[in-house]
């Protein structure tokens, strides 16, 4: 007998070790998950495209976006190319959980485009968290170079 009971409590120990390992997975999962929510864009975050700094040839991304506010739907075009060339900056300014994964952003700068579509020198824009981050990887990030804030401080 001796024999079988040590077989169920080492079969019990085997057990009780793969629930402990599935939990600390879990719980692992569930903080990967929790960071990886966090690395998204959130409100306050800039993107800013400088002309002294190199734009990537590949680079042409297009986007269009709906302007805040108007009812009809119009649309009007961030060119990464011509944002770059004039300089300019998107900042977040809200979330909109109604629409998902929306954001509202401001736009300023020399010109968002160089067709008729340009949202112009500042416009309230409505993106998606795809476009914001289409527009940082052309910037280089998100945020403002040290150089621009040694810049202004003197």
């Excluded at 998107?90 to 909109?96: C, F, G, H, K, S």
């Amino acid at each position: 007998m001796h024999a079988n009971g040590s077989n169920s409590s080492g079969l019990s120990s085997i057990i009780l070790g793969m629930v402990v390992l599935a939990l600390a997975g879990t719980i692992g999962t569930i903080g990967l998950l929790r960071e990886v929510a966090e690395f998204g864009p959130k409100v306050g975050d800039i993107v800013s495209f400088d002309p002294l700094d190199t734009l990537s040839h590949d680079m042409r991304a297009k986007i269009d976006a709906t302007r805040a506010g108007d009812r009809s739907g119009a649309a009007c075009v961030l060119d990464v190319g011509a944002m770059h060339a004039g300089g300019g900056s998107v900042v977040i300014e809200a979330t909109l959980p109604q629409t998902g994964s929306g954001f509202l952003v401001h736009w300023a700068g020399v010109r968002s485009s160089n067709d008729p579509a340009d949202c112009g020198a500042s416009a309230d824009l409505l993106l998606s968290q795809e476009d914001i981050e289409t527009l940082a990887m052309a910037a280089g990030g998100y945020g403002v170079a040290p150089r621009k804030l040694l810049a202004h401080s003197l």
